[in-house]
């Protein structure tokens, strides 16, 4: 969380998007750019990172971020280092994923792991952030992947905002999502929550309550 003072605010809550379907494109794009779009409106920055597809591998529990402590995971040849270094920047992180199997992509479940386990290597570097986990679903099984996500999240000292329902949009086809209006209310609903919340935080960075050791 950048140090600046609360009432200089225009531009400068930064939200960073993360695609996690390698559909680029696809209802999971739309969904995170929508909560971006929207959260531009507000006068947000905003940057969109495309994450499905890209080599990243899972978390080797080497624990060499906790030798380190410089926020850097061991492994510099994936995706992984880039994102996370746009994570820390972030006023407000929003994760996409479609929904694979009833869970979330192989690309995201190997991102959050990693950002969590980083995150807690480096003075719970993901504290007083705003998290939100959006889906896009065909059918069924979406509210297990929107929860592995906020798992990481809320354990990970950072807020969630509520929304008007789970952030899950629904679609088949590459931009079926266009068709579920409710799904898209919800996004710019989320948004506006985001904005909020993530306002109201701000002037509390410095009193957040340190996590006991163990
Ligand atoms: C490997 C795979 C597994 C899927 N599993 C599910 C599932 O468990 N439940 C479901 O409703 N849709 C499932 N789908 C459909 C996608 O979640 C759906 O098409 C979604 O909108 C894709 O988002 P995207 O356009 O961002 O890739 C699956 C699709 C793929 C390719």
Avoid at 14 to 39: C, E, H, K
Avoid at 63 to 79: P, Y
């Amino acid at each position: 969380m950048r140090d600046l003072p609360y009432n200089d605010r225009e531009n400068d809550m930064y939200a960073l998007g993360i695609n996690g379907s390698p559909r680029r494109g696809g209802n999971t794009q739309m969904l995170v750019n929508t909560v971006l779009d929207s959260l531009k409106g507000s006068g947000w920055e905003t940057e969109f990172a495309q994450l499905g597809g890209e080599k990243i591998r899972g978390c080797q529990a080497c624990s060499q971020c906790f030798k380190a402590k410089d926020g850097k995971c061991a492994f510099q040849d994936d995706a992984f280092q880039g994102i996370y270094d746009k994570a820390m920047r972030a006023d407000a992180l929003i994760i996409g994923t479609p929904t694979y199997y009833s869970g979330v992509t192989a690309e995201v479940k190997a991102l959050t792991d990693r950002m969590g386990y980083v995150a807690l290597a480096n003075g719970r570097a993901l504290k007083g952030k705003v998290g939100a986990a959006v889906v896009a679903v065909r059918r069924g099984g979406a509210t297990h992947a929107f929860d592995t996500i906020n798992h990481m999240f809320l354990m990970s000292q950072m807020v969630v905002p509520g929304s008007v329902y789970w952030n899950i949009g629904f679609g088949l086809r590459r931009e079926d999502v266009k068709n579920d209006g409710e799904g898209l209310a919800n996004m710019k609903n989320l948004a506006d929550t985001i904005d909020l919340v993530a306002g109201a935080i701000r002037p509390l960075a410095s009193r957040w309550p340190e996590a006991p050791g163990y």
